[in-house]
């Protein structure tokens, strides 16, 4: 589904040649209009709401692209959609990127995806109501839990998480969904990879009361088995009650697009990404905002696109 907004572009007459120019700071895409989909992520998410934001910002800054946000599954269901060219660009998860790139599952084989830049950073959330009396991962055992959507980068890691030690029986949920049954009490747990807060868990928390449950000592594990694209984070404060300081793994995502995007609209994408990374981070957001010219060059081994280094080296050398 895509999310309706438009801003239509002023496009000169005479700009018919294909190239990279350098406008108000700003990498501009000529030859003409070019529509691009942004596969964004679930309902209730900061995926969906950064690609709507950033539709907005390219379509301000008038580099020649018409932009439109997408729903979609998430991070796997994004890389898929990129791969074929449903979707120009998705966000993803840094984990789920590399397993793409060499062929990981859930892939069947090596993923053509290049990145365009590392955005924010995702925290692990292992949620329960704010009554329940769990205090880690172990008191779970034997609990029925979400682990994410089909096609999310949140039920891959889940997966991850399941084999790292994370005894529980576990279902497939979109968030929305997943949001339900744990008000309703059908599963004592949900987890989600995602911003602080998280839109449709702020709601849930208004209304009931959620705790999350630290998680890394899941941690070691899932070094050994995946590297360092791992790390141990706080939660920030002001997340969901009394949810700072809670001890949890984060995981960076990033801004892809297939190998053959053309450079130019690589190169417009990320002069938007670089110049306009303030508006770009949803407002209720905390502790997240990565982008800097320190950090969206540190892609986590996937490749960048030559057209997003071609940008980066203009801007800074």
């Known amino acids: 589904m895509n999310v309706s907004r438009?801003?239509?572009f002023k496009i000169g007459a005479g700009a018919l040649a294909v190239g990279?120019?350098?406008?108000?700071?700003?990498?501009?895409?000529?030859?003409?209009?070019?529509?691009?989909t942004i596969a964004g992520g679930q309902e209730g998410g900061f995926y969906l709401r950064f690609a709507a934001l950033l539709a907005d910002e390219i379509d301000k800054a008038d580099v020649g692209l018409l932009c439109e946000p997408r729903q979609t599954d998430g991070s796997v269901d994004n890389?898929?959609?990129v791969s074929t060219g449903a979707?120009?660009?998705?966000?993803?998860?840094?984990?789920?990127?590399?397993a793409a790139v060499r062929g990981e599952a859930p892939f069947g084989g090596p993923v053509g995806i290049r990145a365009i830049g590392r955005i924010y950073l995702d925290y692990v959330q292992l949620v329960v109501r704010g009554d329940d009396p769990a205090d880690g991962v172990a008191d779970l055992a034997?609990?029925?839990?979400?682990?994410?959507a089909p096609g999310s980068g949140t039920a891959m890691l889940g997966e991850r998480m399941i084999a790292a030690g994370l005894s529980v029986r576990w279902r497939n949920m979109t968030l929305r969904d997943s949001v339900e049954a744990l008000r309703e009490g059908r599963i004592r747990a949900l987890l989600w990879v995602g911003g602080v807060p998280t839109p449709a868990l702020a709601g849930l928390h208004r209304?009931?009361?959620?705790?999350?449950?630290?998680?890394?000592?899941?941690?070691?594990?899932?070094?050994?088995?995946?590297?360092?694209?791992?790390?141990?984070?706080?939660?920030?404060a002001g997340g969901y009650?009394?949810?700072?300081?809670?001890?949890?793994?984060?995981?960076?995502?990033?801004?892809v697009?297939?190998?053959?995007?053309?450079?130019?609209?690589?190169?417009?994408?990320?002069?938007?990404?670089?110049?306009?990374?303030?508006?770009?981070?949803?407002e209720e957001a905390l502790g997240t905002q990565y982008m800097d010219s320190r950090t969206l060059i540190g892609t986590l081994g996937v490749p960048l696109h030559p057209g997003a280094a071609t940008a980066y080296r203009a801007k800074h050398g």
């Open 6 to 8: 438009r801003a239509m």
């Open 20 to 36: 990279v120019l350098g406008v108000g700071g700003a990498s501009r895409c000529r030859g003409g209009a070019r529509t691009i």
């Open 79 to 81: 890389i898929r959609q």
């Open 87 to 98: 979707a120009d660009i998705g966000l993803t998860q840094a984990d789920t990127a590399l």
């Open 142 to 148: 034997g609990a029925t839990v979400s682990i994410g």
């Open 207 to 236: 209304e009931v009361g959620l705790r999350l449950l630290p998680a890394t000592e899941l941690l070691p594990a899932l070094r050994t088995g995946y590297g360092n694209v791992y790390r141990q984070v706080s939660t920030p």
């Open 241 to 255: 009650g009394k949810a700072e300081g809670v001890r949890t793994i984060g995981v960076a995502n990033l801004l």
């Open 257 to 282: 697009c297939a190998a053959t995007l053309p450079e130019a609209v690589a190169a417009a994408v990320t002069g938007v990404v670089v110049d306009r990374a303030a508006q770009l981070v949803p």
